[in-house]
């Protein structure tokens, strides 16, 4: 960790830091195949294309993009990759940072790979929400789960909420605002609503708006990666705009959402794909997962983690989520001008980068809750 950072000071000290983040290219949450030092928020990311089943392969791997990510200035690294169990567990005995290991397992009962994240930073980062949305994981969800429940804010016209699949150019306003939490631009959002990216099939959005006042307050996204044979989807962006959290909309817009890219998958004969999502600690978007019927691998259920976060994405990404900054003690005590450069370099405020626990959707909640039917009524419920 000292090595990496000594390294980064030294890049900023000769000026030869270059931390650009393109204005106008679209943000993306899931990314591309293959190496990126480009990635907002001073990541570098490497979806891995092979599976590797060769402890050796992934160690060479690994250790070489770390060593390209100091070198491009990064401040994380984070590598992606399927991996056989062996693979898997060889990182984890041999201490790497595996912040994610996701158990195909769950959606196909014929393999015991997992989709894993190994990934550090150049400060290191506590988890101090562990300690609350740990007992909430460990122990049993208290609410039922159910078609109604998951979709009580929206109905055909009976409420003041419709949901939409797709946004329009007059919602650019207010999709800039509800994506000002990520840090997406007005001219980003633009360029999302004209390209008409999530009318692809493998893009889905999903929205909720006020009748009323003819404005959207919710939504949430998905994007698809292919990785050596998995369909990873990710369901991204969730926001609910301020005024109206706590009503159930980003839940309804959830699950109207995972109905829609279930329809494009599961019921088109794709296959069952790693529908998955990164949930911001600090707001508490894990429980609306969980309500969604989304479970965390390794935590849910499991006992004796109070010492150990697990499926935690540490430092990922900045969200202006009106909760309170982050303090790193270890960030403190670097000198003022340091922290200044690194504040210029990555644009958003490092006291906002939050740490996110992951989850899926497994099969069996796909059998209970997201059957055809139940997806084809969930669709009928766009407008
Ligand atoms: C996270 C966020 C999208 C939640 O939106 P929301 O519309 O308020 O969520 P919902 O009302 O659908 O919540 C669903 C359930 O989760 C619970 N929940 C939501 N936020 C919670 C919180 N901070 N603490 C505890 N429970 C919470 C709700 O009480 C509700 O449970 P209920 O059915 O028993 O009432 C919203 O707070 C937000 O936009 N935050 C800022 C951006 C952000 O962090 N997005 C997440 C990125 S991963």
């Given at each position: 960790?000292?090595?990496?950072y000594?390294?980064?000071h030294?890049?900023?000290?000769?000026?030869s830091?270059?931390?650009?983040?393109?204005?106008?290219?679209?943000?993306t949450?899931?990314?591309?195949?293959?190496?990126?030092?480009?990635?907002?928020?001073?990541?570098?990311y490497f979806?891995v294309e092979?599976?590797?089943d060769?402890?050796?392969?992934?160690q060479?791997?690994?250790?070489t993009f770390a060593?390209?990510?100091?070198?491009?200035?990064?401040?994380?690294?984070?590598?992606?990759?399927r991996?056989?169990?062996?693979?898997t567990e060889?990182?984890?005995g041999?201490?790497?940072?595996?912040?994610m290991?996701?158990?195909l397992?769950?959606?196909d009962?014929?393999?015991?790979?997992?989709?894993?994240?190994?990934?550090?930073d150049?400060?290191?980062?506590?988890?101090?929400?562990?300690?609350?949305?740990?007992?909430?994981?460990?122990?049993?969800?208290?609410?039922?789960?159910?078609?109604?429940?998951?979709?009580r804010?929206?109905d055909h016209g009976?409420?003041?909420?419709?949901?939409?699949?797709?946004p329009?150019?007059r919602?650019?306003?207010?999709l800039t605002?509800l994506?000002?939490a990520?840090?997406?631009?007005?001219?980003?959002?633009?360029?999302?609503?004209?390209?008409?990216?999530y009318?692809?099939?493998?893009?889905?959005?999903?929205?909720?708006?006020?009748?009323?006042?003819?404005?959207l307050?919710a939504?949430?996204?998905?994007?698809?990666?292919?990785?050596?044979g998995v369909?990873?989807?990710?369901?991204?962006?969730?926001?609910?705009?301020?005024g109206y959290?706590g009503r159930?909309?980003?839940?309804?817009s959830?699950t109207g959402l995972?109905?829609?890219?279930?329809h494009?998958?599961?019921?088109?004969?794709?296959?069952?794909?790693?529908?998955?999502?990164?949930f911001?600690?600090?707001?508490?978007?894990?429980?609306?997962?969980?309500?969604?019927?989304?479970t965390v691998?390794?935590v849910?259920?499991?006992?004796?983690?109070?010492?150990?976060?697990?499926?935690?994405?540490?430092q990922?990404?900045?969200?202006?989520?009106h909760?309170?900054?982050?303090?790193?003690?270890?960030?403190?005590s670097?000198?003022?001008?340091?922290?200044?450069?690194f504040?210029?370099?990555y644009?958003?405020?490092?006291q906002?980068?939050?740490?996110?626990?992951?989850?899926?959707?497994?099969?069996s909640r796909?059998?209970?809750?997201y059957?055809?039917?139940?997806v084809?009524?969930?669709?009928?419920?766009?407008?």
């Open positions: 960790m000292k090595r990496a000594d390294f980064f030294m890049q900023i000290e000769n000026g830091t270059s931390l650009q983040v393109a204005e106008h290219a679209i943000p949450s899931v990314g591309v195949g293959g190496k990126d030092f480009e990635r907002s928020y001073g990541r570098a979806n092979n599976r590797i060769d402890p050796a392969v992934f060479r791997e690994y250790e060593q390209e990510s100091l070198e491009h200035g990064r401040r994380r690294h984070v590598f992606r990759a991996m056989s169990e062996e693979v060889s990182a984890i041999a201490g790497l940072p595996v912040e290991a996701l158990p397992s769950l959606i009962s014929s393999t015991r790979d997992h989709v894993v994240i190994v990934a550090d150049i400060i290191s980062a506590s988890v101090p929400e562990w300690e609350k949305i740990y007992p909430f994981w460990k122990n049993p969800f208290g609410k039922e789960i159910s078609y109604d429940t998951m979709t804010a929206v009976a409420t003041q909420f419709s949901l939409v699949n797709h329009e150019e919602d650019i306003e207010a605002k994506w000002w990520f840090g997406w631009s007005r001219d980003q959002v633009a360029g999302y609503v004209k390209q008409g990216i009318r692809t099939h493998t893009a889905w959005f999903s929205g909720v708006r006020d009748r009323t006042t003819d404005t307050v939504v949430s996204i998905g994007e698809q990666l292919q990785l050596s369909d990873i989807v990710e369901s991204t962006e969730w926001a609910t705009a301020a959290e159930g909309l980003c839940q309804a959830a995972i109905a829609q890219i279930l494009d998958t599961e019921y088109a004969g794709k296959g069952t794909p790693l529908l998955m999502g990164e911001n600690m600090a707001s508490r978007a894990d429980v609306v997962a969980r309500a969604v019927g989304m691998p390794y849910e259920g499991v006992h004796n983690l109070e010492s150990t976060p697990r499926q935690v994405l540490r990922n990404v900045s969200v202006l989520d909760r309170a900054p982050n303090i790193r003690p270890s960030f403190m670097l000198d003022q001008t340091v922290r200044e450069q504040r210029e370099a644009r958003m405020p490092y906002y980068l939050r740490n996110f626990l992951v989850g899926m959707l497994p099969k796909i059998d209970s809750l059957t055809k039917n139940a084809e009524t969930l669709l009928s419920l766009y407008q």
